[in-house]
RNA sequence: GGGCAAUUAGCUCAGCUGGUUAGAGCGCCACAUUGACAUUGUGGAGGUCACAAGUUCGAAUCUUGUAUUGCCCACCA
């Protein structure tokens, strides 16, 4: 016999074990014809610990997975991990300064500290393995991938070297978001604003007010920018030089005229540092002017600061400011002036723009084949969300979408960390080799920078389906690997790419980018993107706030698995973020022991029976079938086919919802309830199977442990049991309108009940006047005596009022409850006062809706059909009440 | 500055293309309790569906505007 409560503890491992052993997780296990469906696990980053996030994604994509592989499709989901170049790199180094090391990279040098990132790399790998196998994801770990295992690499070099060939990647000075902290570039996508309050000042530059948030980067400047238009300025000629008194001295500037700049915007006119601002950059670029260095790469000032030289920044700017104040150059300071100021989405630290030599990936050139045009990779990443052949969920993202697209400049990927693939090429004196492999003979260094981590990434969904020994044989072509893996030829282009909507541009966005270049094949069908978890209070869960955080590592053996799932996925609706706490996944604990014992019931049931259920194998003939039977039959095929299209269509929060409250209300509150007596075994057995096998998706474990307990003998796991098909013959309207019915007697009997404030346990008798149901309820007489807790029922057709006697009017059915001069007339009176009140007013409602000849026009018939059975009803119980209340007059 | 979303019960949220007297979970109140389950059951209280105007026979649902909140993008020297 089952325990009296669940314990997920104890069975979760053991049962993951069974999973994996029976090899359910492969598709070689599938059916060979199934049509294949392919998830890519979005690979956590292998820098230490699963949270929330990571939960989210692997119960979405299990959920996906474990529906379809019941469907009878061909299943791949491939587990996998990100070697995180700018992220791992950090921990590390942090690791080791707090060890003690002062400047990890310089005492170990680029060999050694890549050995010991990778040491703690493959540790973080065996962490999150074993969590991955904790949140019950059934994926296929033969197949498990790395971003930076050699046949990634292969991938990464091919396609960078392709892509200098096509030209679309590129070396250039160019500026760059620069990280002095962590001494790297970064991406556009990398760096983050954040709001600042400060000072804002106005200097007198020649005859010119500038203003600057920034006066340490003004000492190159040797230009000013005013709008053509300006008619403040207009005397002043583009190109025209002055000389000004500056902070160390005089300068010679000369006049832009140049439309970018705002005349509304502080005074105007500005001083530009192309070295080390974007706009400036570009104003620069277009005049041809002259482009200095002022700040070096560690963020200290150079010698064109000359007293200055040396110093960092914010050490400089106020001692730039006394000195230009004591030259009286200072003509006006704000010091509540907002501003947005970059900052590195990882370091934390201030981001600093400057010219640097790159690689770059072009956007913008038109070379690349796709579908019989010539495009750019920005025009393909358009098309192929435009034209559908890649479907965004929910759709909105898609505007999103084509707004980054729309604003993408050239992609650097050239970093200067040391953890990541390098970038293949090769110098020697003044020759450059771009090629796969390292060239032949002496001399040759490679290129000491590193790809962007989301290079690798991009290749994701292809590079995990190439057969690594392929990928390990250098006189393939990328081409031919490709060809030569079958891997890649069943299961690319994948199904769904499952991710938070966080990393669309990151990640999403470079997949279709990458993959459609490389493979001339979109990279998956669908993504689905799920919103991010917030605190009960709907504030982001943050590290530095621990009280905030929810580990699912600490909830698993608390509430199990299952109960998380639940609590993150039903209440939850694609890309909007939700709000999770401890309450809540408790609520999914409970229906998950409501579940277990609602199988314990069974159990017990069939064992009283003296009926194995391991031998049930077919329902019995629709004759020997109760009500309640049939009515459970017919309610499970519309759930079943509501879970179905819920599923198919990725609304999963509702075939969840809808699950829960019919295996609750209906399984449980009712079917079970109306069980007791006079169980059908065939019946509650066969329901409480369906119901497992369609749970099993949402809840995996709970469902397999009360499997091997109602399964048939031939049946194997649960993971691979098909999934259940809508049998129509079982549909009986009839029946469940009549369950109906049964229900509302019993509940009118105990709302009499609780309204008259009859004792607990003390027997009651009831007369139920009938209409139509005279025949359902004499044969429900039983259900309705034990769960009314009816002593003595009665039926009449003819409504003789009963004096001393509590009643309930429902559309068809009346029941009234004689009680021993109990009854308090005044009440009772008041009560169907205002139930007739509400009645009347309704009905007024009705007739002028029936009356209104626009209505009967346009309405739908079926709609004018309900209307008129309403009033129907509700006439006839307002008669009985008019009757009843009479009656209590005298 | 541009864009996207949200606003429904004390809290967290459903409510699909307009059509029963707007729902659930948690919380709250009352009652129940030996045998599936206290991780329970029954009953109940609680909502001008943010506001305003419009379209319509009919609006929580569609349109427009307003307010509040959140997010994304751009960025101003």
Not at 133 to 151: L, N, Q, V
Request: charged content about 30%; glycine content about 6%; proline content about 5%.
């Amino acid at each position: 016999m089952l325990p009296k409560t669940y314990d997920p503890k104890a069975v979760e491992d053991a049962i993951y074990k069974r999973w994996e052993e029976s090899g359910a997780f492969r598709p070689e296990s599938c059916d060979p014809k199934g049509e294949p469906f392919t998830i890519s696990m979005p690979p956590p980053n292998a820098t230490g610990q699963l949270h929330l996030g990571h939960a989210v994604m692997l119960a979405l994509e299990d959920i996906f997975i474990r529906f379809e592989r019941m469907r009878g499709k061909k299943t791949l989901w491939i587990p996998g991990t990100d070697h995180a170049a700018i992220a791992t790199e950090n921990v590390v180094i942090k690791q080791l300064k707090d060890k003690g090391m002062k400047d990890p990279r310089k005492e170990l040098g680029r060999e050694k500290l890549i050995a010991a990132i990778a040491e703690f790399v493959e540790k973080s790998k065996a962490t999150i393995r074993s969590q991955v196998r904790k949140m019950g994801s059934s994926c296929d770990w033969f197949r498990e991938r790395y971003t930076f295992e050699p046949a990634l690499n292969r991938c990464v070099n091919e396609v960078f070297c392709r892509m200098y060939k096509d030209g679309l990647i590129y070396r250039g000075h160019r500026i760059v978001n620069w990280d002095p902290k962590l001494q790297t570039t970064v991406s556009d996508d990398e760096v983050e604003y954040k709001e600042e309050k400060s000072a804002f000042y106005t200097f007198q530059y020649g005859p010119f007010q500038i203003a600057t948030a920034r006066p340490e980067t003004k000492f190159g400047d040797k230009y000013v920018v005013m709008h053509p238009e300006d008619k403040r300025y207009a005397k002043y000629k583009h190109g025209e030089t002055f000389d000004a008194e500056w902070i160390n001295g005089p300068v010679r500037a000369t006049v832009i005229k140049d439309a970018s700049i705002d005349p509304e915007f502080g005074t105007g006119v500005m001083t530009i540092t192309p070295w080390h601002d974007h706009t400036d950059f570009a104003i620069a670029e277009k005049h041809g002017l002259e482009k200095e260095q002022i700040i070096g790469f560690d963020g200290k000032l150079l010698p064109v600061a000359g007293e200055f030289y040396g110093m960092k920044i914010d050490d400089a700017r106020p001692l730039i400011v006394e000195k230009l104040k004591s030259k009286g150059l200072l003509t006006k300071v704000d010091e509540n002036y907002v501003h947005n100021k970059a900052v590195s989405q990882r370091g934390g630290g201030a981001i600093e723009p400057q010219i640097k030599l790159q690689w770059f990936i072009d956007v913008n050139k038109e070379v690349v084949p796709w579908k019989g045009e010539t495009m750019s990779l920005k025009q393909i990443m358009h098309s192929v969300v435009h034209h559908g052949d890649i479907a965004i969920i929910p759709d909105r993202f898609e505007k999103t979408y084509f707004h980054w697209i729309d604003n993408l400049r050239d992609w650097c990927i050239s970093r200067q960390i040391w953890w990541g693939h390098r970038v293949p090429v090769w110098y020697k004196d003044d020759e450059t080799c771009v090629d796969p492999v390292a060239p032949k003979g002496q001399g040759w260094e490679q290129d000491t920078d590193t790809l962007d981590t989301w290079f690798s990434s991009a290749l994701w969904t292809w590079s995990t389906l190439i057969d690594p020994k392929k990928a390990a044989d250098p006189s393939l072509s990328l081409e031919e690997i490709l060809k030569q893996s079958p891997d890649f030829q069943t299961f690319h282009p994948t199904s769904v790419m499952e991710t938070g909507y966080d990393i669309l541009f990151f990640w999403v966005a470079r997949m279709i980018l990458m993959t459609t270049y490389t493979t001339g094949q979109i990279p998956f069908k669908t993504v689905y993107l799920h919103g991010m978890i917030r605190t009960r209070d709907g504030k982001k869960m943050s590290k530095s706030h621990p009280e905030t955080m929810i580990d699912p590592l600490d909830i698993i053996p608390k509430y199990g698995a299952d109960a998380l799932r639940l609590s993150m996925i039903v209440g939850q609706s694609p890309g909007a973020d939700s709000r999770l706490y401890e309450e809540k996944i408790a609520g999914y604990r409970n229906f998950v022991n409501k579940l277990w014992n609602a199988s314990r019931f069974v159990l017990m049931q069939c064992e009283e029976a003296k009926i194995d259920p391991k031998t049930i194998t077919k329902l019995p003939k629709t004759s020997e079938l109760s009500l309640a039977d049939r009515a459970m039959l017919s309610k499970l095929q519309a759930v079943t086919k509501k879970v179905t299209d819920g599923l198919t269509e990725y609304r999963l929060s509702e075939a969840g919802d809808t699950l829960y409250s019919f295996v609750w209300d209906d399984f449980c509150d009712w079917y079970l309830e109306l069980s007791k007596g006079n169980a059908n075994c065939a019946v509650l057995t066969h329901t409480l199977r369906k119901i497992l096998q369609l749970l099993h998706p949402y809840c995996p474990f709970v469902t397999e442990e009360l499997w091997s307990h109602v399964k048939s003998d031939d049946a194997g796991l649960l993971i691979s049991k098909s999934w259940p098909e809508v049998k129509k013959e079982l549909i009986d309207v009839e029946a469940e309108e009549a369950f109906l019915q049964l229900i509302s007697v019993i509940q009118a009997v105990r709302k009499i009940r609780s309204e008259q404030g009859i004792e607990p346990g003390k027997e009651i008798a009831a007369i139920i006047h009938t209409q139509k149901w005279m025949d359902l309820l004499e044969s429900q007489e039983a259900h309705i005596r034990r769960l009314g807790k009816i002593e003595n029922l009665t039926f009449e057709t003819d409504a003789k009022p009963h004096k001393n006697a509590a009643s309930v009017f429902l559309s068809d059915i009346e029941v009234h409850v004689p009680l021993e001069g109990l009854i308090d007339v005044v009440a009772e009176r008041k009560k169907l006062q205002k139930e007739k009140e509400e009645i009347e007013c309704f009905l007024q409602g009705i007739d002028a809706k029936l009356q209104n000849a626009d209505f009967t026009a346009h309405a739908p018939e079926k709609v004018i059909a309900a209307e008129r059975e309403k009033q129907k009803a509700n006439v006839e119980k307002l008669r009985k009440i008019e009757q009843r209340l009479k009656m209590l007059e005298k």
